[in-house]
């Protein structure tokens, strides 16, 4: 750390990761992917209703979009004096002009999320510093993006997130970001009745996932994917 992490453009125009061979999000649909698996596999918005606040972790900040679509979310679901807390951990943040064009490679026809694409470039910083967290607020949402490997710096963070996003790129190129010890660190920055999303339907990841002690299960996938995996915290 740092590590130089850039990004190519695919044929359609979705941004790749070329540290990991991997896109950043769906190369179909990026927002319906968000959708789909992170708020829908959370139950979100519907667990939003009548609260005051929430916190969500994510293990992958990546372009940001998955922040922007919850922020967007959350803006039209949230009571309008309902704080989010939203916490994304990173270790290879992309450069603010990678992240800017692949935000615009995707919501750029979406006259909707200009307001928060032009906030998130706002807010973050023109260069990364090489320990975090760094802090943006954009309408009621608090976002830190704790720089560092997730595996270091969760078991600090003590967080009681309501609902977690697994975002890491593809376990098979990643195994770090699937570890059961990262997945032990995730349960124990879970809330009783806190529950878990990701794309990911990886025997193994669901095992660590259970060893871990969540209560795992499987849902239709999205675009390609036939399943996904979904889990809570007994409370
Ligand atoms: C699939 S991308 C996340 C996509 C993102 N949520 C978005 O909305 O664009 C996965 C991210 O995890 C990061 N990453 C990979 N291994 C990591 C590790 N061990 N600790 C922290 N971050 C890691 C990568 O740099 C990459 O940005």
Known sequence: LPVQHSIRFDENGAP???LFEDPFFSRRDGPAETAHTFH???GLPERWAGCSGFVIGETGFGTGLNLIETIALWRACALPE???HYVSLE???LAKSDIGASLQAVLGGRGDRQDLVAA???ALPDAWPTGGPVRLVMHNVTADIVIGLAQETLP???LSADAWFLDGHSPAKNHDMWSPD???AVFDNTAPGGTFATYTAAGWVRRNLQAAGFIVEKRPGFGGKREMSRGVRPA
């Open 16 to 18: 790749i990761s070329t």
């Open 40 to 42: 829908g596999g959370n």
């Open 82 to 84: 309902a704080q989010l």
């Open 91 to 93: 270790a290879f943040p």
């Open 120 to 122: 998130l470039l706002d």
């Open 156 to 158: 600090d963070l003590r």
């Open 182 to 184: 990262l997945m032990r």
